[in-house]
Nanobody, 117 residues
């Protein structure tokens, strides 16, 4: 099993920035894709950003131009830089990876992001 550990969440004012980090217990080369999802109270979990093995990226329309996903292969980490945060960004953010060979998915336990004045 792959273990994922998220960090970097917290309380920030609207317009502020946060950087989320996800540390994987295995090499990123084992993964077809790595991504960030979020879930707000009363809502379904949704894809925020994803980066593939070939470094293609995609973002939810609501975060395009504000969020950037990246990774550090040497450190087995993926990041989500979040700028110009809005109250509607408030959610628990989860790291997700998909196994390159089996398609099995792993999830982190989540990190809380709260955007409020």
């Amino acid at each position: 099993q792959v273990r994922l550990a998220e960090s970097g969440g917290g309380l920030v004012q609207p317009g502020g920035s946060l950087r989320l980090s996800c540390a994987a217990s295995r090499s990123v080369f084992n993964f077809n894709a790595m991504g960030w999802y979020r879930q707000a109270p009363g809502k379904e979990r949704e894809l925020v950003a994803r980066i593939t093995f070939s470094d293609n990226t995609n973002y939810a329309d609501s975060v395009k131009g504000r969020f950037t996903i990246s990774r550090d292969n040497a450190k087995n980490m993926v990041y989500l830089q979040m700028n110009s945060l809005k109250p509607e960004d408030t959610a628990v953010y989860y790291c997700n990876v998909q196994n390159r060979y089996t398609s099995a998915q792993s999830w982190g336990q989540g990190t809380q992001v709260t955007v409020s004045s």
